[in-house]
């Protein structure tokens, strides 16, 4: 109704002025409503009453002096919720394929012992542990069924959305839409172990926070997801760095965080090697240079430090010493055995040309501690690897020992806690032990150095009592190193990677010391050098036991590579002698199969340990074949 002009024209009275107030300043004008809690405390839920919400003590509790207590993941309204749905059947995801390779690889006491299990209704962390997956927690299979429909709800609503370049959490405003299945033209069968394309849609990638934050800029020009290169960086220092150490953790991590490319110890050439080496241990599709090929982890990282290596200049000699021993590491990795060699080679050839191996006191500039320590662990990194490679590959490397003690590497160790977390939702930190496993590796490849004299010896006509004599001092040497350092039994109570594989690696120097005494034209002795092999071979598949037992066999260090190869093909010929040799080969057998997926260099062993099983018709064990590969194929391997 329109209102008439007389209307338009009335005066209205004017309001008496109200008494004098003083108006805070507003910043909307909007009505605030009370916040809303979805979370109640326990004693609330438990009493059914009205709770006001975190932080911890309520209203209510305070008032009747009760404990108060909030547990977010019981309501099933919250997304923390859903990430718990989702971890949860993941892990029964894990354990029931983990089941299935037992039921169809494992002995009859294994057998046995897992059918027990189940019969008992024991929890399913007591059949993980059993059957070999990683140790987790297992919620309420009820609540679980009742959280996996909202989060079906959650996640069909909020589709995850997965970039070309760079990993991406769902919630990042700059991914780009995700790719099905449909999206694929003519996707044909893959001829080699692959990456799911929806390997991003994970837990790990979802919610996992790198141990270390890093950026990628200006180090390398293959990404600029921080994310991404915070992931590699930190499964780097994780699973690889603390078996091998070439760099100074603590410091590297700092002149990386700095981005100054005029840096000591941080060069682009280091971390695009590091990077290529650290995205053997990722299942992340966006380190595939070639779409679902496994073995093309990290070769675009590679290709950006072969440039680099080609024009890098002479300021950076320490870290192009580093960044050598990585790509030699990538190399080998790769079944790329001459391509390593010649990078170790250049590597000990700049470490000789900048004095790495001498003493301090005779260099002309006087060097400042922080430099000393990084010198004293790079080239311990070079004698260690040279060592060990050179007696692998049965070649002689005159390489001196490092002029600086091996403690001169300093103390400083770090927390260890396994990396990504997606297996369990909290680790125990445990100590990196770095210091020990040093001047341990150091005292291994030591006595690999005489039993390299021996290898030389042999090559000039030494007789075979004397060269027997001789391996005596290493072979006492060996054991007193065992006796020295933790027991088997003893790691178990407090596994750490690190240390499982430094006895490894002193147990597999035994097997090297006697295959040199491996002569045909003594057997009596020959039987007895084979049976310190074989010994050695079974306590370094107990040792593996533990790590998979412990951390399953996603991530495994790529420095159990050899050992596992070495092992395999000790065992294949004893396998009708023991029960213990028959279940050593089946473990070795898991990891040669777990590694086999990530590092060509263990595909093309384990192909050539099959091959030659079938040559010299060896019966291998139904479980080592079930394990191997399906029985079908191995037709396709026959003559």
């Not at 760099?247 to 290529?276: A, K, W």
Request: glycine share 4%; net charge neutral; aromatic share 8%.
């Amino acid at each position: 109704m329109k209102m008439g002009h007389h209307e338009n024209t009335k005066q209205f009275p004017a309001l008496a002025p109200g008494p004098p107030r003083m108006f805070a300043p507003q910043t909307s004008t909007a009505v605030s409503r009370p916040k809303k809690n979805s979370t109640a405390c326990l004693a609330c839920k438990a009493a059914k009453r009205k709770c006001s919400g975190p932080d911890a003590p309520c209203k209510a509790c305070r008032s009747t002096n009760t404990e108060c207590h909030f547990d977010p993941t019981r309501d099933l309204r919250r997304k923390v919720a859903v990430k718990r749905t989702i971890q949860e059947l993941t892990n029964h995801k894990d354990l029931l394929e983990s089941l299935l390779s037992t039921l169809a690889s494992a002995d009859q006491l294994q057998l046995d012992e897992v059918m027990d299990l189940i019969r008992n209704k024991a929890s399913f962390h007591d059949i993980a542990h059993v059957v070999g997956g990683p140790t987790t927690t297992f919620g309420d299979p009820q609540e679980l069924s009742n959280a996996s429909k909202l989060a079906i709800l959650e996640y069909s609503e909020h589709p995850v959305e997965t970039p070309r370049n760079g990993l991406r959490r769902p919630s990042d405003p700059s991914s780009n839409a995700a790719s099905s299945p449909e999206e694929i033209p003519n996707m044909k069968p893959p001829q080699w172990p692959t990456v799911s394309p929806y390997a991003r849609v994970t837990l790990e990638s979802l919610c996992d926070i790198p141990l270390f934050k890093v950026p990628a800029k200006p180090w390398t020009t293959v990404t600029d997801d921080d994310y991404l290169v915070s992931h590699l960086v930190s499964l780097y220092f994780t699973w690889d760095h603390p078996c091998s150490q070439f760099l100074d953790q603590r410091i590297f991590l700092e002149h990386m965080r700095r981005g100054d490319r005029r840096s000591e110890f941080c060069t682009p050439l280091l971390v695009n090697s590091l990077l290529s080496m650290a995205s053997a241990y990722s299942d992340s599709p966006d380190v595939l240079s070639t779409p679902e090929n496994v073995f093309s982890r990290g070769q675009n990282f590679f290709h950006e430090a072969q440039r680099l290596w080609e024009v890098e200049d002479d300021d950076h000699d320490l870290p192009n010493i580093q960044a050598l021993l990585l790509m030699c590491c990538v190399f080998k990795c790769q079944g790329r055995v001459r391509k390593s060699w010649m990078m170790l080679s250049q590597a000990v050839q700049l470490a000789r040309d900048i004095g790495l191996f001498d003493s301090p006191a005779v260099l002309k500039n006087k060097i400042l501690p922080e430099m000393e320590r990084v010198r004293t662990i790079t080239a311990w990194g070079v004698f260690n690897m040279s060592s060990q490679m050179s007696i692998e590959l049965q070649k002689i490397a005159p390489l001196p020992n490092p002029m600086s003690d091996v403690k001169l590497c300093g103390n400083e160790d770090f927390d260890w806690t396994p990396y990504p977390r997606s297996n369990k939702i909290t680790y125990d930190k445990k100590p990196a032990r770095l210091p020990e496993v040093r001047e341990g590796l150091a005292e291994i490849t030591g006595i690999l150095v005489d039993v390299q004299k021996l290898v030389s010896e042999k090559g000039q006509g030494a007789s075979f009592d004397e060269m027997w004599r001789k391996a005596q001092d290493p072979f006492d040497r060996l054991n007193a190193w065992l006796q020295h350092w933790p027991s088997v039994p003893e790691i178990q109570h407090n596994p750490v990677p690190q240390v499982l594989l430094l006895r490894i690696k002193c147990l597999q120097a035994i097997i090297y010391l006697f295959e040199i005494l491996n002569d045909p034209h003594q057997p009596q002795v020959v039987r007895q050098a084979q049976f310190y092999q074989v010994k050695a071979a079974e306590e370094m598949a107990q040792c593996l036991r533990i790590h998979r037992q412990s951390y399953g066999l996603k991530h495994i260090p790529s420095q159990i590579v050899d050992a596992v190869q070495t092992g395999l093909r000790i065992l294949v010929h004893q396998l009708e002698e023991s029960e213990e040799s028959r279940q050593a080969f089946a473990e070795l057998c898991r990891f040669g199969t777990a590694l086999s997926h990530r590092f060509k260099q263990t595909a093309d062993a384990i192909h050539e340990i099959r091959k030659n099983a079938l040559h010299l018709n060896i019966q291998l064990p139904p479980e080592a074949i079930a394990i191997f590969d399906d029985p079908e194929q191995w037709k396709s391997l026959e003559p």
